[in-house]
């Protein structure tokens, strides 16, 4: 008529076992003996019961930067480790769940909350430093200096410094977050952006100085295509050539280009005929009383000197006149420029007439530029 007693897990309505060392032993006893598929339902049943236990202590951490809901999620996963790691021969129920929960809220705060990484030798360490600020702000009213942290922490200055520094790192400030006042701007509208053109600085500062290496007539090419937006037909009806010779020149000049920036030295401009052809010819002939300079090619800064010594080596005889025959000019740099102006400034100084004849349209637009439009004749 009377069964042997059974012991079973109290129900939270049950007040004669509210005690959770007392449900944790009937759990143990009840589960005894029973194979594992029967043990999940008695599980359950304390797991229920404990659960007041496990939101007490996450209301504990609350208010420190983690919503409850969260918190309390986290203590009933440490409950839940804590049962079925439960040996009643180990001691107290109630100490050892609690001391698995909070570890769990702990390590959740270490492990999740932190809006960047950071090691965890510094964040241990900034624990320390929040603590060893609050007694130390105690005991000397006012805010301690690093030098005192580090004494009392028994803790090198840098240590303590990058610990502060890293404390930024718990909760860092929203790039959507609002400037202030009534402005609509954020925060991340103050940031600045990466500038790509920096990456290009090392190019440009090359290719400059690689352009100066280039005949005139070439670098004039490439600025108006390049810089200047024009068309290889308007480029060729401004150096009266073919379409088809600017495209050339373009080709040419942009592979050397190319060449010049992945060498070590920049490989010469041309070879063989074609740079005889570009390359600046000075002519010096007399007819009879006049003295004529003839130049031809490219006339660049290492054909400068050479025209310069020409004109100026003409004045010294005192002809009737020395006129610079410019017909067999493809272009002029600034140093060729420069030379024809010398000149002209030495023949009014020797009183002998300087005539510039034959320029072509792209040269007699350099030449009007640079002041020596008077003295440019018409290409005969």
Do not use: C
């Not at 769990?104 to 603590?131: A, M, N, S």
């Not at 937006?229 to 190319?258: D, P, Y």
């Not at 002029?332 to 010398?342: E, P, Q, R, S, T």
Request: glycine letters at 10%; hydrophobic letters at 40%.
């Amino acid at each position: 008529m009377f069964g042997q007693p059974t012991t079973t897990t109290p129900s939270p309505t049950d007040r004669g076992l509210e005690d959770l060392d007392a449900a944790a032993l009937a759990y143990a006893a009840r589960i005894e003996g029973l194979p594992p598929e029967r043990r999940q339902e008695a599980r359950d049943d304390l797991v229920r019961f404990a659960l007041p236990f496990a939101g007490r202590l996450a209301r504990r951490y609350r208010g420190r930067g983690e919503p409850l809901e969260d918190l309390e999620q986290v203590a009933r996963l440490g409950l839940v480790n804590a049962v079925d790691r439960y040996d009643p021969e180990r001691g107290s129920f109630t100490a050892y769940a609690a001391i698995t929960i909070v570890g769990e809220i702990k390590r959740h705060f270490r492990d999740r909350t932190w809006g960047v990484h950071v090691p965890r030798r510094l964040r241990d360490l900034i624990l320390e430093v929040g603590q060893a600020t609050a007694a130390l702000t105690s005991e000397l009213s006012r805010t301690p200096t690093v030098a005192e942290l580090a004494e009392r922490l028994e803790t090198p200055q840098e240590e303590i410094l990058a610990a502060l520094e890293s404390a930024a790192g718990y909760s860092p400030a929203s790039l959507n977050a609002p400037v202030g006042g009534e402005s609509s701007a954020e925060f991340g509208d103050l940031v600045g952006e990466s500038d790509n053109a920096l990456e290009s600085v090392d190019d440009r500062v090359t290719v400059s100085g690689l352009l100066h290496r280039l005949p005139w007539r070439e670098r004039r090419i490439l600025a108006m295509r390049f810089y200047g937006n024009q068309t290889q037909a308007e480029i060729a009806a401004r150096f009266g050539i073919s379409q088809m010779h600017v495209s050339r020149l373009l080709s040419r000049a942009l592979t050397w280009l190319r060449q010049a920036m992945l060498a070590d030295a920049p490989p010469p401009w041309q070879n063989g005929a074609e740079a005889e052809s570009g390359r600046a010819r000075i002519a010096v002939r007399h007819a009879g009383d006049r003295v004529v300079v003839e130049v031809g090619g490219e006339v660049d800064r290492d054909g400068a000197d050479q025209l310069r010594r020409a004109v100026l080596g003409a004045l010294t005889g005192q002809p009737r006149e020395v006129v610079v025959d410019l017909d067999g000019a493809g272009g002029f740099d600034a140093g060729g420029v420069a030379a024809l102006m010398a000149g002209r400034d030495a023949a009014e100084r020797s009183g002998v007439p300087l005539r510039l004849t034959g320029a072509q349209p792209a040269v007699r637009r350099s030449l009007t530029a640079a002041g020596l439009a008077p003295a440019v004749a018409p290409r005969r």
